[in-house]
């Protein structure tokens, strides 16, 4: 790889902090909140040079746990319930919210300043979100369905400012509903109504398909989100996990489709902050995957290179995160060049 990933980092963090600071001008407590991340970033960011001058070892500054294998919804085509991690089973050997304190640390002692929870539902387990608000030095997007944005846990994201809820949308009612159930877009924008009136940072996500692809990137879809106080649109990729539904997984020319949009959206007024994944990986010479840009926490402890990419040989909870980012498989992805094999765009680790 002839990228220099830890600069490619630091300059895609810098631009990621001053787009947030330029969309919270209006949101007092949440700006002061982001400038002081701004330093925090800047000493994990020098932490992470330091281990990798020390050692070799690339420390990524993303990591995303899935802090439960539970959720009260059953959406259409989910990839945690096709790979087996969201299966409404038994606690058994779940991390605890101590266990998942412990992650949180060590990620920032190794200089990590991003974290996105994730599930399952992770409103699921307040206990770690309790622990994750604990760590001011790092931001915690919380991916959500925004069911249970009531009550403590409104009042959990309204105290702890590194805590920002990202609601997953689909589109309209007709299409959020068709995937995740009746009346769930009516409950959508009722707890963005909550959010908006606490002046709480939240955003959006929303998987693109070959059906949602033209309406989710229109001229009406961002300006609702706009109104109703949204600052962030995580567009993510629909990746066919089911075995299923291949024919909502997005061509290669609607995946340049896609990337011309998001960037006429970044484009506009500044109200909004626009993010694609996998987005174009052309740009960082393959997948940030295993280690390259961040690594998956399941809900057991496995360390597993992505989401979509159900496969770990350690656990963090026995060996710890720095092990786990050293570990044989990721040392394989990496070395042999893996993530940067030639695919038809899209997520080149699942497509190999």
């Not at 990798?52 to 420390?59: E, F, K, Q, R, W």
């Not at 706009?226 to 600052?231: E, S």
């Not at 290179?305 to 980012?325: E, H, I, Q």
């Not at 695919?343 to 699942?350: E, K, Q, T």
């Amino acid at each position: 790889m002839s990228i220099d990933l830890e600069q490619y980092h630091a300059r895609g963090i810098k631009n990621l902090i001053k787009s947030a600071v330029k969309v919270t001008l209006k949101a007092p407590r949440q700006g002061a909140f982001l400038a002081a991340f701004s330093l925090a970033c800047a000493r994990a960011e020098k932490r992470r040079a330091d281990n990798y001058a020390l050692s070799g070892l690339h420390i990524p500054p993303f990591l995303i746990a899935s802090v439960t294998n539970s959720c009260n919804l059953h959406c259409a085509g989910c990839y945690a319930r096709a790979n087996k991690a969201c299966d409404d089973g038994a606690a058994g050997d779940l991390l605890t919210a101590a266990d998942w304190d412990s992650v949180f640390a060590q990620a920032e002692e190794l200089g990590i300043c991003f974290i996105l929870l994730a599930g399952g539902e992770p409103l699921l387990r307040p206990d770690v979100l309790k622990a994750a608000a604990a760590h001011k030095n790092i931001l915690f997007p919380v991916f959500t369905n925004g069911t249970l944005l009531t009550g403590g846990i409104l009042e959990l994201f309204d105290s702890s400012r590194c805590l920002i809820p990202i609601l997953s949308i689909e589109g309209d009612a007709a299409r959020t509903d068709t995937r995740r159930g009746a009346g769930i877009y009516d409950r959508l924008k009722a707890a963005m109504s909550a959010l908006s009136s606490r002046g709480i940072l939240f955003g959006a996500s929303v998987t693109v398909t070959k059906e949602n692809l033209s309406y989710v990137t229109g001229s009406d879809f961002t300006p609702m989100l706009a109104g109703a106080g949204c600052r962030l649109v995580f567009y993510i990729e629909y990746v066919p996990a089911d075995g299923k539904s291949q024919e909502l997984a997005l061509t290669e020319a609607e995946r340049m489709l896609l990337a011309s949009r998001v960037d006429m959206l970044r484009s506009g007024d500044g109200e909004m902050m626009y993010l694609s994944f996998p987005g174009d990986e052309a740009r960082s010479e393959g997948c940030l995957a295993a280690g390259r840009g961040f690594i998956h926490i399941n809900p057991h402890g496995g360390a597993e290179p992505c989401p979509f990419s159900p496969f770990s040989d350690t656990n963090v909870k026995d060996a710890g995160l720095r092990a786990a980012l050293d570990s044989p498989l990721f040392k394989k992805l990496t070395t042999e060049d893996i993530l940067s094999r030639a695919h038809d765009g899209g997520c080149v680790l699942f497509s190999n």
